[in-house]
Every structure is written in structure tokens, then in C-alpha cells.
């Protein structure tokens, strides 16, 4: 019932964007956190960005301050993540992630009090150098 599936993932050069998305099925977005997690090849997953609705709280990890956007459509129930300035540290899989427990704006996307108990299977980011 639950889905989420991430896709605009791809191949881009060091300093071009991406735009990913995260459409939500089986659930609304309002009240709950949708995050965004990468996973680098022979790294550990790490959180990017998150976001509460309909308070619009969002965070996100130093590495991609002031390059990452994530916003949301409730309309829609789509997440995204606009990322510009690509790296090529930022190479990674992107998975979407949903934390429907905890009820709380997502101040901080690892902390304590967030509960990810649906995730996408993820999309390939690539980025150039």
C-alpha cells in the first residue's frame, strides 16, 4: 500500500543540477517527515535533507548547505530535492525515506526522534568530474 519511488537520478557533469523526486502513495504528506538518504559506494548512508508538512520545517547536512533545496507538493504528494552544484563527492545512490510515527518537524533528519519506516529503493546519481 505504502510507496515510495524516487526517480530523476542520472549522469551529470561537476557543477551541473538535478532535480530528484519522491512521489509518496498510501499515505499524505501533512504531519508526517520525508527525508532524502545517499548511500556512497563503500560508504555508510547518510542523511541529506528532510522535510516536515505542514509546518515547512526542514534540515539539511553541512556537506550540501546552500546547493540542496528540498521541497514539497502536498498537492501532489511529492517530495524533492533540487541539487545544484554537483560534486563529485556527491555521487551516491538517493533514497527517499518516510517517518509516519513520530509526528515531529524534522529539525534534524538523524535525530532521535525520527522513526524511517518506509523507503524507496532508490535512484543513481552520478556526477562527473
Known amino acids: 500500500q505504502v510507496q515510495l519511488v524516487e526517480s530523476g537520478g542520472g549522469l551529470v557533469q561537476s557543477g551541473g543540477s538535478l532535480t530528484l523526486s519522491c512521489a509518496v502513495s498510501g499515505f499524505r504528506l501533512p504531519y508526517n517527515a520525508i527525508a532524502w538518504f545517499r548511500q556512497a559506494a563503500g560508504k555508510e548512508r547518510e542523511a541529506v535533507s528532510c522535510i516536515s508538512t505542514p509546518d515547512d520545517i526542514t534540515d539539511y547536512a553541512d556537506s550540501v548547505k546552500g546547493r540542496f533545496t528540498i521541497s514539497s507538493d502536498n498537492a501532489k504528494n511529492t517530495v524533492y530535492l533540487q541539487m545544484n552544484s554537483l560534486k563529485p563527492e556527491d555521487t551516491a545512490v538517493y533514497y527517499c525515506?518516510?517517518?509516519?510515527?513520530?509526528?515531529?518537524?524534522?529539525?534534524?533528519?538523524?535525530?532521535?526522534?525520527?522513526?524511517?519506516?518506509?523507503w524507496g529503493q532508490g535512484t543513481q546519481v552520478t556526477v562527473s568530474s
Open positions: 525515506a518516510a517517518d509516519t510515527r513520530s509526528h515531529r518537524p524534522a529539525y534534524s533528519c538523524s535525530g532521535p526522534l525520527m522513526d524511517y519506516n518506509y
